[in-house]
């Protein structure tokens, strides 16, 4: 069971002790990512979440490696949509030096415009590495298709120009205006304990400024879209998807279940069907998105060119035979003995926990047990499924997006639904 502790001006720190193991996962967590991007400085979460790395009064960059190194720990962070999250992981013994490392590096990063330069070309790599990599970019270019270019659907990374704009002052404005103090959650999980957490973060976290920011949520447009991106590519990438639940939809326990007979695992259907018993990929699978007030199911799959039509075929024949009470050659109770298995599995690794216990916290304020969780798996019926089924996946609610040779230009999605 974790615990908390709240301070005064709204910061959160969270701990939960694993004493039989001999390694602790700490992470500062903002609730704040891409969505808060500027529109015009698009990037700019995923970009100062670079910078914080740069270098401090204290360290430089190397420094910060190296004293990191020393430790035999991992130092990384990442952005995503709706947080940023800047994390460590090291042995219990070096859990002082580590967060040192941490909360210098989160709270006095200097922001040199040396270092900002440098960190451009960086970041202007990792958007053409990739635009290189074609799983990866479908996942862009299906955001902006089905979010219709809101926030939600606009990339992480930013574009070229967007990134090329970004100067210093902008840095330091968006994070006096997203890093607030109430936005704030510190997470440790390991062999440690709640009060070792919070002598090390009270210094640092408790004299920031008690202010919280107020931003309304854009309402994305969702789904009806196609998109047809040509490029010479030996596969065909696709990506179809629907809507979703939203983080803190009592449905959503439904849509993890379905994901799981549809396309979760190695049993499922697409995979068995598609991959199996056709041949038709390597690889394909479905997967939920969930945000704060909304959510995306999809199916990813890359085939050639020539199996293209057949491959959303199986794809069409899956959903059909969902809707019409086939749930395929896994019984309810092995899907779920299945989400079971990798929920328990997961809750092992420090860094899984460390993260799970802070996005309870940032999505729902409060502690989600794994047995209320396991509970509310239990309770999805098949009939829950089927309906779901039936709901989500017509030609309407549908978004599909290639990427690759352009032989969906005149698809029609419905004759597969």
């Not at 204290?58 to 004293?67: E, M, P, S, T, V």
């Not at 042995?91 to 709270?107: G, I």
């Amino acid at each position: 069971m974790p615990e908390i502790t709240r301070l005064a001006n709204g910061v959160r720190i969270l701990s939960e002790t694993m004493p039989h193991v001999r390694s602790v996962s700490l992470g500062i967590w903002v609730k704040s990512g891409s969505r808060q991007d500027p529109s015009s400085l698009l990037g700019m979460a995923h970009f100062t979440e670079h910078m914080l790395f740069k270098g401090t009064s204290k360290r430089d960059a190397l420094q910060i490696a190296k004293d990191i190194d020393a430790l035999g720990g991992v130092l990384n962070a990442q952005t995503a949509k709706e947080y940023t999250v800047y994390y460590v992981k090291v042995l219990d013994e070096s859990l002082a030096k580590a967060a040192d490392v941490l909360f210098d590096l989160f709270l006095n990063s200097l922001f040199d415009p040396g270092e900002l330069e440098k960190e451009k070309r960086v970041v202007l790599q990792e958007i053409g590495m990739t635009e290189d990599t074609p799983d990866d970019y479908i996942n862009d270019l299906f955001a902006e298709a089905f979010f219709h270019k809101s926030p939600l659907g606009t990339s992480i990374l930013g574009t070229v120009a967007t990134v090329e704009a970004i100067g210093r002052d902008d840095i330091l404005r968006f994070i006096e205006q997203s890093y607030d103090a109430g936005s704030i959650v510190i997470s440790g999980v390991g062999n440690l304990e709640h009060q070792q957490l919070l002598d090390l973060a009270m210094p640092y976290f408790s004299t920031l400024p008690a202010n919280k920011r107020l931003s309304e949520l854009d309402k994305p447009r969702m789904g009806g879209n196609r998109a047809v991106h040509v490029k010479d590519l030996e596969q065909i990438h696709f990506t179809l998807g629907t809507i979703g639940p939203a983080m803190r939809d009592e449905d959503r326990w439904t849509y993890i279940v379905l994901n799981a007979i549809l396309g979760g695992s190695m049993s499922s259907m697409l995979f068995q069907e598609a991959r199996e018993k056709l041949g038709l990929v390597y690889s394909i699978y479905s997967y939920l998105s969930a945000y704060l007030d909304c959510g995306v199911t999809a199916v990813y799959a890359a085939t050639s060119p020539e199996n293209i039509f057949k491959t959303l075929d199986v794809v069409g024949a899956q959903f059909r035979r969902i809707k019409q009470g086939d749930l395929g050659d896994m019984s309810l109770d092995e899907v779920k003995a299945l989400i079971r298995g990798n929920l328990l599995l997961a809750r092992e690794s420090t860094e899984n926990r460390m993260s799970s216990i802070a996005k309870n916290e940032l999505y729902y304020e409060r502690d989600v047990p794994i047995d209320e969780v396991l509970r509310k798996i239990n309770a999805v019926s098949a009939e829950a499924v089927i309906e779901l089924a039936r709901t989500i996946f017509v030609n309407e609610k549908m978004t599909l997006v290639s990427l690759g040779k352009d032989h969906l230009d005149n698809f029609d999605l419905g004759a597969i639904l």
